[in-house]
């Protein structure tokens, strides 16, 4: 660390990497695999932030842990510490309050995840599907036999003369219908 961030690093925590800060970070690292470990250096490099990390700052980034404003922005709930925090948000309450308040509800749920994952909670795995409606078949258009059955049953219900042959016809217009250019 003291290579990336120079004297910062070394006035902060000592110059003697065996030091008093040295034990502390080791207590605080301990269980991290070294691709956890591997991973934190690297956002400790790619972050615009020239000041060193503290130690809980750190293990949040070796557990990748994301930004509060990371969270709010993946709408899509991509990545697993985002689907983390929605675990812990009432959706509702989320989508019905005011942006301030809204914000608030956000950032109570990521403090819950955060401290989970910071315990050793584990984030929730990658969905195995998309869930949604199957694909609707294309209509089908009825044989003439279930045509003339759907016609015979609809004169039962209303009556004779809706299904009769031959009253495909409607009488020619009259009046008002017939001076408009209309035929019904």
């Not at 709408?75 to 989508?95: E, N, P």
């Not at 984030?123 to 998309?130: D, G, K, N, T």
């Not at 003369?161 to 017939?178: Q, V, Y």
Request: proline share 7%; charged share 25%; with cysteine.
């Amino acid at each position: 660390m003291a290579e990336i961030y120079g004297y910062r690093w070394t006035s902060a925590y000592g110059e003697d990497p065996s030091g008093g800060a040295a034990a502390t970070w080791a207590k605080g690292l301990a269980g991290l695999t070294g691709e956890q470990l591997a991973a934190g250096l690297g956002s400790s490099i790619a972050s615009a932030d020239p000041w060193p990390p503290t130690l809980p700052e750190f293990r949040l980034r070796c557990l990748g842990v994301p930004s509060f404003a990371a969270v709010r922005n993946d709408t899509g709930r991509q990545d697993g510490f985002t689907r983390l925090v929605w675990q812990y948000l009432d959706g509702h309450r989320y989508r019905t309050s005011s942006a301030d308040k809204s914000d608030r509800l956000l950032r109570e749920a990521y403090d819950q995840a955060r401290e989970y994952v910071m315990r050793g909670g584990r984030l929730p795995e990658e969905p195995v599907a998309v869930l949604g409606q199957a694909a609707a078949s294309p209509p089908v258009a009825a044989s003439p036999e279930a045509l003339r059955r759907a016609e015979r049953e609809m004169a039962e219900i209303f009556g004779s003369g809706a299904a009769e042959s031959g009253n495909d016809d409607h009488p020619p217009a009259t009046g008002k219908m017939a001076a408009a250019g209309l035929d019904r």
